[in-house]
């Protein structure tokens, strides 16, 4: 089966502007999680999607940050406007039962560097 | 709340040696606890897991952990260093049920030397 994927894999933009992170889960996977890692960072969760619904999103820094999961399929995290600080790398993740004992699959990750 | 401990930022151990990463956690109720693997330019990977069941846990690459609840400890060890384990080590907790977010050390990066 396909794995989680994510794109753009980088992207560099100047500071005050708008950038969009997609992901496409795995086929069938209800939910949908976004991570970060800031450098130097542990990796935080940012927020859980089950279908199209968000099911936590406590970890969402402010109010920059958008994300959506229409129709319960693929997902897009922006940031509007972009600040120096959101530079890291946006994992997504995507698991086919509530509850973490099962695992998530992760995908490769996006690179943002805000300059 | 839940906190995961990684002491240390790198290891550098020789070919053939022994590994050991350190994982201590903090929960208020029996966690779920998780190993992932980072390779260069990939995503994250997971190792292995611990849901309860045995406390040594096996996982892929001949890694394995062991739950101590005493010690509230996670390690995660491989008898024979290779190559091709030099990557960044994470180590995650867990509650079970709907709120399944992952909580994070800072990852441990193992460096294998010839």
């Known amino acids: 089966e396909a794995g989680v994927t994510q794109f753009p894999s980088h992207s560099v933009i100047e500071k005050g502007q708008t950038v969009t992170l997609r992901c496409d889960p795995i086929?069938?996977?209800?939910?949908l999680y976004w991570y970060r890692r800031v450098m130097g960072k542990e990796i935080k969760f940012l927020l859980h999607f089950v279908k199209e619904s968000k099911q936590d999103e406590s970890g969402m820094p402010n109010n920059r940050f958008l994300a959506e999961r229409t129709g319960g399929t693929y997902s897009t995290l922006k940031v509007q406007p972009a600040e120096l600080e959101d530079s890291g790398v946006y994992f997504c993740?995507?698991?086919?039962?509530?509850?973490?004992?099962?695992?998530?699959?992760f995908g490769s990750g996006t690179r943002l560097t805000v300059v | 709340a839940q906190s995961v401990t990684q002491l240390g930022s790198h290891v550098s151990v020789s070919e053939g040696a022994l590994v050991l990463l350190r994982c201590n956690y903090s929960?208020?109720?029996?966690?779920?606890l998780f190993w992932y693997v980072q390779y260069p330019n990939q995503g994250l990977q997971l190792l292995l897991k611990y849901t309860s069941a045995a406390t040594l846990v096996k996982g892929i690459n001949g890694f394995e952990a062991e739950f101590k609840k005493s010690e509230t400890s996670f390690h995660l060890t491989k008898p024979s260093a290779h190559m091709s384990d030099a990557a960044e080590y994470f180590c995650a907790v867990s509650h079970t049920g709907a709120n399944s977010k992952l909580t994070f050390g800072k990852g441990i990066t193992l460096s294998v030397r010839p």
């Open positions: 086929s069938g996977h209800d939910n």
């Open positions: 993740a995507s698991s086919q039962l509530i509850g973490s004992g099962y695992g998530y699959t």
């Open positions: 929960s208020s109720v029996p966690p779920y």
